[in-house]
């Protein structure tokens, strides 16, 4: 019997490291992202800059699905 496919793409695998925060801290999201398949790696230190991140290395990956 043959293996089925994965159910999730890793081309759209990240690993997400969260800083731990000081009581009182303004922000909640301080870290690291990386893409697993490219290396892409970041830093954030709010939610919009860990979604923009990610926003920004998924349109490659579909860029790259869909080229020739």
Do not use: K, T
């Amino acid at each position: 019997m043959a293996p089925s496919p994965p159910s999730l793409p890793s081309n759209r695998v990240f690993v997400v490291q969260f800083r731990r925060q000081p009581a009182g801290a303004l922000s909640r999201y301080d870290g690291r992202i990386e893409h697993l398949v490219s290396g892409q790696v970041a830093r954030f230190h709010s939610l919009e800059e860990l979604l923009a991140f990610m926003i920004r290395v998924l349109a490659d990956v579909e860029q790259h699905e869909e080229a020739p």
